[in-house]
């Protein structure tokens, strides 16, 4: 079954706003020695509660952690599954230029609904944007119908 065409699941624009606000508290929380590019992830689950995650970087770089993931695996391994949108934020990459990585994509393609949305902003961003999964990862891979 495709949803593409479906529109996005809509947050309040308060609720977006508490999102970017708890993904740039996130940041804080990053540990980025190596790229010095701090980043935060906030994921609003069906009960209306935060969980924040951070990018975390290792000496050996391709175990780095990004935040969006850091997110996710917090919160399924609290026992959440239901999550309705995902915020992540960058102190800089001006213009809204963030946006999760390709592995991030997949991992966000496997909890989230197609038509979630992603909001992505920074420091410099007036105005965030915000994308479904499904436009950040069309004909994602799945096991649904196996
Ligand atoms: N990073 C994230 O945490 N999320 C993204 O969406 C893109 C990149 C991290 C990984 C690495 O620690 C740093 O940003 C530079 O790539």
């Known amino acids: 079954m495709s ?13 977006a706003e508490a999102l970017l606000v708890a993904a740039q508290e996130a940041s804080q929380y990053a540990y980025a020695p190596y790229s010095d590019f701090p980043v935060g992830a ?10 924040m995650g951070a990018n975390i970087e290792n000496a050996s770089f391709g175990l780095t952690l990004c935040a969006e993931r850091c997110a996710i695996t917090k919160a399924v391994s609290s026992g959440n599954r239901h999550f309705i949108a ?6 800089k990459r001006p213009n809204g230029a963030i946006t999760p990585c390709g ?24 105005t965030p944007r ?12 799945t096991f649904q119908g196996e």
Request: net charge negative.
């Open 103 to 126: 592995a991030c994509r997949q991992v966000l393609a496997e909890f989230l609904n197609p038509n979630a949305c992603i909001i992505m902003s920074d420091a410099q961003s007036a």
């Open 3 to 15: 949803f593409n065409n479906r529109a996005a699941i809509e947050i309040s624009p308060s609720q």
């Open 130 to 141: 915000t994308v479904t999964i499904a436009t950040l990862l069309p004909d994602s891979f």
């Open 42 to 51: 906030a994921l609003l689950l069906e009960d209306g509660s935060i969980v």
């Open 86 to 91: 995902l915020a992540v934020w960058a102190a």
